[in-house]
């Protein structure tokens, strides 16, 4: 089975090929200060989905996705509410981990936190300053970025447009513009830790080198993250790892997912469209969202809607009609085409294709499955999900029923407007009613 995946750094579709028999994968996880929005969940699932893949294809694999849980905008929301840090960073670490097992997002073999790693840090920032990449200034310690040749290989882009693009902070004491924090000073009212340059805390780009060092070694075979991050974030992250490692790459592999747009307009607070993981599980399940998730190839732009989480629970509907309550599946290969798909770069939109075709063989189920499987739906028995789907809206399955007996007494008595009135009734509460030889059967609208 050869994956291939579209890689960043090469800037082609290029043929996955592990460095050696473990496979090594990091992903940039949340920074926790607030409830994660569409837009965070989106490499989490992408993720997932290529952790599912490399966990066929190769023995053993390796995930580690960070928690950034010290950060100037987790300060300010800790000022805000008049608590410490430590609060906020754990009640948002919670919210993000609740959200991510909502979205069926299986956990990382490792999430390390920043603040458990502040002296693998200290020492990342130790060896470049020895090796001369960076230097102390007014209390700061910076990477020089002239001192690393091949800086922007990443991002392809030219000194000026990495300027702008990094909106680099003016300082005087810089001896580049492009140079940037890899240690800071701490104010008495700011968390900060004793560093060889005195109390401070880590500047944002170290955090990823020196965990990625310290979980998974010099050099990986996978990095992830979004589009947002590829400059200066991750292009800074190569500096400083390639610097302190004696010109070992980072990562042999750079795969980054397009931004989730609201109504074709990135999603941002300033605009003020910004879409809570936790407002939407008000009314959908967290497979309907991961499904609607997977209707745009990650690499391109995602534009949420509600039309595209309703046709998403319709096709998860239809999905559960097949599957129904069985619980055991035999373990088989899924469809050729499927997989196939998952292989050529997770082309989603395509695996899915086939997932649809697949449906209409109603004995397919054991193929179906395991084929949901690597997409992280289906992961539940049908009426475990309809279940799910009531739970979230509230309803009240004795007075449903209650009603249903009502209308079938009244049909049974030729009192068809009534009955007719208890349909309408409910089918404006979301309650579709389905009349069948076997009795009166209840489902909640798309």
């Given at each position: 089975m050869n994956?291939?995946?579209?890689?960043?750094?090469?800037?082609?579709?290029?043929?996955?090929?592990?460095?050696?028999?473990?496979?090594?994968?990091?992903?940039?996880?949340?920074?926790?200060y607030s409830h994660p929005h569409?837009?965070?969940?989106?490499?989490?699932?992408?993720?997932?989905?290529?952790?599912?893949?490399?966990?066929?294809?190769?023995?053993?694999?390796?995930?580690?996705?960070?928690?950034?849980?010290?950060?100037?905008k987790i300060n300010d929301k800790a000022k805000e509410e008049k608590v410490s840090i430590e609060v906020i960073s754990l009640k948002y670490t919670k919210v993000y981990q609740e959200n991510m097992r909502a979205l069926n997002v299986l956990p990382p073999d490792i999430e390390p936190t920043v603040t458990q790693n502040i002296h693998s840090i200290i020492k990342m920032v130790s060896s470049l300053l020895e090796k001369k990449n960076a230097y102390e200034a007014e209390n700061h310690i910076l990477f020089h970025v002239p001192s690393f040749k091949d800086y922007g290989n990443l991002s392809k882009r030219k000194k000026d447009e990495m300027i702008e693009g990094a909106r680099v902070e003016v300082a005087p004491y810089k001896k580049d513009p492009m140079d940037f924090v890899l240690w800071k000073p701490s104010k008495k009212d700011q968390p900060?830790?004793?560093?060889?340059?005195?109390?401070?805390?880590?500047?944002?780009?170290?955090?990823?080198?020196?965990?990625?060092?310290?979980y998974l070694g010099e050099t990986i075979d996978i990095h992830l993250g979004g589009n947002d991050l590829i400059f200066p974030h991750h292009e800074n992250e190569i500096a400083q790892s390639n610097c302190a490692h004696d010109g070992k790459p980072l990562s042999k592999y750079w795969i980054h997912n397009g931004f989730v747009s609201m109504d074709k307009e990135k999603m941002s607070k300033s605009v003020g469209n910004i879409i809570l993981v936790n407002d939407i599980l008000k009314n959908f399940t967290g497979e309907t969202i991961r499904l609607a998730m997977l209707t745009a190839h990650y690499k391109q732009p995602l534009n949420w809607n509600e039309k595209l989480?309703?046709?998403?629970?319709?096709?998860?509907?239809?999905?559960?009609?097949?599957?129904?309550?069985?619980?055991?599946?035999?373990?088989v290969k899924p469809p050729k085409k499927f997989f196939a798909a998952l292989l050529n770069?997770?082309?989603t939109p395509e695996a899915l294709k086939e997932l649809y075709e697949l449906s209409k063989n109603k004995n397919?189920?054991?193929?179906?499955?395991?084929?949901?499987?690597?997409?992280?739906?289906?992961?539940?028995?049908?009426?475990g999900w309809l279940d799910q789907?009531?739970?979230?809206?509230?309803?009240?399955?004795?007075?449903?029923?209650?009603?249903?007996?009502?209308?079938?007494?009244?049909?049974?008595?030729?009192?068809?407007?009534?009955?007719?009135?208890?349909?309408?009734?409910?089918?404006?509460?979301?309650?579709?009613?389905?009349?069948?030889?076997?009795?009166t059967k209840w489902r909640i609208s798309n």
């Open positions: 994956l291939k995946i579209f890689n960043t750094l090469s800037k082609k579709i290029d043929s996955f090929k592990p460095l050696n028999d473990t496979v090594k994968v990091y992903a940039c996880g949340p920074t926790v569409i837009g965070n969940a989106r490499p989490a699932i992408i993720g997932d989905i290529l952790i599912r893949i490399l966990r066929n294809i190769f023995k053993k694999v390796i995930y580690v996705r960070n928690i950034t849980d010290i950060d100037d900060g830790w004793d560093s060889p340059w005195g109390r401070g805390r880590p500047g944002w780009h170290i955090e990823c080198s020196s965990m990625i060092e310290a989480l309703v046709q998403s629970n319709k096709n998860l509907e239809n999905l559960y009609d097949i599957i129904g309550d069985q619980k055991n599946f035999n373990n770069d997770l082309n397919a189920r054991d193929q179906i499955k395991s084929a949901a499987n690597y997409l992280g739906i289906l992961q539940l028995t049908k009426t789907r009531k739970k979230i809206k509230n309803i009240d399955q004795k007075k449903i029923e209650k009603l249903i007996n009502e209308r079938d007494k009244a049909r049974k008595e030729k009192k068809f407007p009534h009955a007719d009135k208890i349909r309408n009734e409910l089918a404006l509460d979301g309650i579709i009613l389905e009349d069948s030889p076997s009795g």
